[in-house]
């Protein structure tokens, strides 16, 4: 999709003084937000912003302060991870 912003040519000077390439500032600003109201994933973003790998994209998303999701079933899956991974037990760890 193609889409056309028209912006005053001094507030445009302004912003790209700012924030450098309009252009790109704009994707990441919509990325970032789409991200955070739940409309995209993370490979989402990735995606939209040409990236090929996930690291990128979370920079982008922390650029913009957006942290990436992550719950306590993540948490979960993470720890069972690690002991699977080292032949541990992190059960500790949680109590």
Not at 10 to 23: F, T, V
Not at 31 to 38: I, N, V
Not at 80 to 86: A, D, P, S, V
């Amino acid at each position: 999709m193609e889409l056309t912003l028209k912006i005053p040519d001094a507030e445009a000077g302004e912003l790209s003084s700012g924030l450098g390439d309009l252009k790109r500032a704009t994707i990441e600003s919509l990325a970032a937000t789409g991200y955070r109201e739940g409309v995209l994933s993370l490979g989402q973003v990735q995606r939209v912003m040409g990236f090929d790998n996930r690291w990128d994209a979370e920079a982008v998303l922390k650029k913009h302060g957006v942290r990436p999701a992550y719950d306590l079933e993540d948490l979960e899956e993470d720890r069972r991870t690690l002991e699977r991974l080292n032949g541990i037990s992190t059960s500790s760890c949680t109590e």
